[in-house]
Structures are given as structure tokens and as C-alpha cells.
């Protein structure tokens, strides 16, 4: 019992206590009030690059998340605040509601020069903030995480199924429901005004089944919930009629279902338990918080489902320079390289070394030939043989000439129908013994190079095969598409199409395939 009180004690001394980070908070006027905020990591701020964007819980501040923030700001932005009341924050003598707080979060980012997108993470009740602020402005969100999160999927009547599980008899249940409403009413009367503005919010969002979470469905991006299994029962608690751990067990199982039933949809939905944190998952375990990050970034660099999600690094005037031939642009040629050290370097930043660390425990090399640049991740960091803990080998075309098969490595035309010359890349990759090739789809809007979309040849085939860009006519891509019969040899795919690929809604769609004799 003693540890838990001493376990019990940290976490609200940390939620309360002063920031002490590599970071530093400061005092921001915003509509005439000072709110208290931290935006560290700016350095790393870019043009489509996610913000990263903490939400606390009821009446908490940021503090609890220092851990997190001084790891993650190393190679993204970072923006935490305090709302109204809570830690240096003032009052602004309006009431939290979901939409008021996400316009003020938003128009606080905007003025600090934190544009979209956003990855989200929110604690507790901080959870329906930040679903709120997805339910409003999807198109600006690149993931959410909701860290031991305020169930915002429960509707009248779903607070009573775990007291029914239990075998609790409706009676019994209706008693202690009137109790809670009576400790609630007292709280409201009494309790601190950070805390009690915050419950009444909370107390009118489930009156409405927590409709402003909801007006729409979550939008298919990555969405990560991480879920405490660690029980304390505290020596000071009042005994009750029903097992504890029993109730928190049976409720945790409820949610958690009805969670999953909001992830199945969608291309990059996880759920994470830890039984041993306690609700303050980012100080128990904040590693598990980090990791979560770092998956829904590279997920997100999967999806490139936002407007404007490129790493822009500056203005290319034109997508090639003159050297010995023509080469593709160099930040061009960044751009591909961050998507794929997102994904394989655990999201740390690339280095222009030959030699880089890929994240922990990971080891990249680079070459650089006349007409390709080849990455190579490792899984350790000393190797003796060249294959030894080999991860992936990616080949980025420098050149038209660059012979790739089937495909064309670099495509020029119009694709959006804009009369400006686009550019596809295609980018080859091996896994062992497989290799298989990435599309890379670059916009031009007016000297700037926007990378749009990556889709893998697979997504294009539609099939255990590939697709061969030949070139781009009539805004489409154009190429054919070889698949594998169930009898074909791995050399040799027996059924060809000719394919013709459009660019639509920010993503690639296959628009027609004609069976080749």
C-alpha cells in the first residue's frame, strides 16, 4: 500500500508542478488574456511536417507529458498549453465547451506559426477535446491519440452495464447513481473553479451522448488508443458493495470493445494496454506514449491523406539541375529520403552524413552513383557481412536514364490538369529476397514542389504484381500492370494489363485496365 501512495503522490506532483524541461514555458496574450503555453522543438517546424499537439486532462497541466516532450521535440514542433484556469492560465470567464476550446487551441497554433497538420494526443478528458477538434476540421489532423482517454463513445444508459455486469440488481444500481449525483452536485459547489468548469462541460457533453465528439465518423488516419490496466486500491476508500477490480476490469472491457469498433475501419487503427500504468499513462510508462508517436507519424507518411503534407524544403525552380547530366533537384531528393527514414529510422532526423544513426540501435549507409542514390537500413549497428541484419535497400532514381525494368524512373506532365509539369518518381525497394517499388507523386504549385501522395506498386496493380509507369499523357499515368496467375512462376507473371492511373482527391486512383494479348 505504501508504494501506491508513493505512486499516487508523483503523479499529482507532477501534473502541478513546475515545467522542467529542455523546454520553457512562456506567458502568450491570446484575446486579451495570458495563457500559458510550450512550443519547443521550432527549429523542426516545416511545411507539412505534423505538429505534434498535447491536450491534458481535466483540470491539469502540461507537465505530466516532459518526458514525451523533451523526446519528441528533438526532431518535431511541439505545442502545449494550459487552458483557462489551470496553472498559470487566467480566467477568461467562459465556459470550456468543446468547440470554444478547439478554436482557441487552433487559433493559438495559428498564431504561433504552427500550421496543419496536427498530430494529437490527448489524455483523459483531454481525449474529447482533441476528437472534437477532429470532428471539426478533419482535413488538419494527422493522427490522434487518446491516452487512457474519457469515454466519448458512451451514450445514455452505457455508465450502467458494468454495475449489470458485476450482477449488481437495478435498485442497487439506481442507489449508487444517486449517490454519485449528490457527491457530483457537492463537488460543483464546492470544488476548485479549474476543476468545476471542467465538470460541468463534461457533465452537458454526456447528457447529449457526447454528440460534439461524433458529428462525423473518425477520419482514416492513424488514431492510437492506449489503454491503463494497473488497478490501485487506495487505503482510504470508502468500501463499497461490489468488487472494485472487478467493476474497473469489466468497464475497462466494455470500452475497449466499443474503441476497437471505431478502429476496424481504418487503414492505420491501433490499441495499446498496459497492465501495470495507472491512468497517468505518460508518466508511468512514457515510453509506450513516445513509441505511439512514432508509429503514427510513419503510418501517417503512408497515408499522405492531408493537403499539403510534403516536406517542402524551399522552393525548387526547376525539378532538375545541370551537372554532368540532368539529375533530379536535391530537395526533391530529401523529400524521398525523410519519408522513408520516418519509416525505417523510427522517426529521427536524417543526417547528411554517409554514415547515420536510423534510431536506436539502427545503423544507415548511403552511396551516391551518377544515377542513383541507394539507402541501406541495418538493423544493428557494428555489421561483419554485408546482409547481416539488413533491413531494407531503397533505390532513388537520379536520372531519366536509370534503368528500372518496365518503368520509366522519372515521369514529367501535367496531372491536375493546371498546365504545369508534375513529377513522378519511382523508387525501388528490397526486402530480402522480394523487392517491390513506391510511386512518388510531386505536385508543382507555382516553383514549389509539393509531394502529394506515395503509393506502393500494389496499390496500383491491384493485384500480387506490379506497375510499370511508362508516362504521363492526357493527365494520367499511363503503364502496365503485371500480375501473377496462381500458376505462374516467380520469374514470371503471365497477365498484363495496359493501366491508366489519375490523380484524384490527393491520392492515385486506378481509372481503367485492358487485358494485353
Known amino acids: 500500500m505504501k508504494r501506491n501512495l508513493n505512486k499516487s503522490f508523483l503523479v499529482v506532483l507532477a501534473l502541478f508542478m513546475n515545467f522542467n524541461s529542455n523546454g520553457q514555458s512562456t506567458i502568450m496574450n491570446f484575446n486579451g488574456r495570458k495563457v500559458e503555453v510550450l512550443a519547443t522543438g521550432l527549429e523542426n517546424n516545416r511545411a507539412g511536417k505534423p505538429v505534434i499537439v498535447f491536450e491534458n486532462g481535466r483540470g491539469s497541466t502540461f507537465n505530466s507529458w516532459e518526458t514525451i516532450i523533451n523526446e519528441i521535440s528533438k526532431d518535431h514542433a511541439v505545442f502545449a498549453y494550459n487552458r483557462p484556469r489551470i496553472g498559470l492560465s487566467e480566467d477568461d470567464g467562459i465556459p470550456p465547451s468543446m468547440k470554444y476550446t478547439v478554436d482557441n487551441l487552433r487559433s493559438m497554433l495559428k498564431e504561433k506559426g504552427l500550421e496543419p497538420p496536427y498530430l494529437l494526443i490527448g489524455h483523459s478528458f483531454g481525449a474529447c477535446y482533441i476528437r472534437s477538434f477532429a470532428s471539426y476540421y478533419p482535413n488538419e489532423v494527422a493522427g490522434l491519440i487518446f491516452v487512457d482517454p474519457h469515454d466519448f463513445t458512451k451514450k445514455e444508459g452505457y455508465g450502467r452495464l458494468p454495475y449489470q455486469e458485476i450482477g449488481l440488481s437495478e435498485q442497487q444500481i439506481d442507489s449508487l447513481f444517486a449517490s454519485y449525483e449528490y457527491y457530483g452536485e457537492q463537488f460543483i459547489l464546492n470544488g476548485p473553479k479549474h476543476h468545476v468548469e471542467e465538470v460541468k462541460i463534461q457533465g ?36 463499497t458493495i461490489y468488487d472494485r477490480e472487478k467493476l474497473f476490469r469489466v468497464d475497462s472491457n466494455i470500452k475497449m470493445k466499443r474503441w476497437l469498433e471505431l478502429l476496424y475501419p481504418l487503414k492505420y487503427g491501433r490499441l495499446f494496454y498496459d497492465s501495470n500504468a495507472g491512468h497517468a499513462v505518460q508518466i508511468d510508462n512514457p515510453d509506450l506514449v513516445i ?101 531494407v535497400t531503397i533505390t532513388i532514381p537520379l536520372t531519366k536514364e536509370w534503368e528500372l525494368y518496365g518503368a520509366i524512373p522519372i515521369l514529367e506532365g501535367d496531372l491536375n490538369n493546371d498546365r504545369k509539369s508534375d513529377l513522378v518518381i519511382t523508387v525501388h525497394t528490397e526486402f530480402g529476397n522480394s523487392a517491390s517499388q513506391d510511386l512518388f507523386l510531386f505536385i508543382n504549385e507555382n516553383e514549389r514542389y509539393r509531394l502529394a501522395t506515395v503509393a506502393s506498386h500494389q496499390e496500383i496493380s491491384g493485384c500480387r504484381g506490379t506497375f510499370w509507369a511508362r508516362k504521363i499523357k492526357d493527365n494520367l499515368i499511363e503503364g502496365i500492370s503485371s500480375c501473377y496467375s496462381a500458376d505462374d512462376a516467380m520469374c514470371c507473371p503471365s497477365l498484363h494489363y495496359k493501366t491508366k492511373v489519375a490523380f484524384d482527391a490527393n491520392a492515385l486512383k486506378v481509372l481503367s485496365k485492358k487485358r494485353m494479348r
Do not use: W
Request: glycine fraction near 8%; proline fraction near 5%; hydrophobic fraction near 35%.
Open 291 to 391: 513509441s505511439s508517436i512514432r508509429m503514427a507519424l510513419a503510418d501517417y507518411n503512408h497515408l499522405f491523406r492531408v493537403e499539403g503534407v510534403a516536406y517542402n524544403n524551399g522552393p525548387v525552380r526547376r525539378i532538375f539541375h545541370q551537372v554532368e547530366q540532368d539529375q533530379l533537384d536535391s530537395s526533391v531528393v530529401q523529400m524521398i529520403k525523410e519519408y522513408y527514414h520516418l519509416i525505417y529510422g523510427e522517426g529521427t532526423r536524417l543526417e547528411e552524413s554517409a554514415e547515420a544513426a536510423a534510431g536506436e540501435g539502427a545503423r544507415l549507409e548511403e552511396s551516391a552513383e551518377a544515377s542513383t542514390i541507394q539507402l541501406t537500413y541495418y538493423s544493428i549497428p557494428d555489421i561483419e557481412e554485408e546482409s547481416e541484419g539488413r533491413i
Open 204 to 239: 452537458d457533453l454526456a447528457k447529449t451522448g457526447h454528440e460534439e465528439c461524433n458529428r462525423i465518423p473518425l477520419p482514416d488516419i492513424p488514431v492510437h488508443f492506449i489503454v491503463a490496466g494497473g488497478f490501485t486500491l487506495y487505503p482510504d476508500e470508502a468500501p
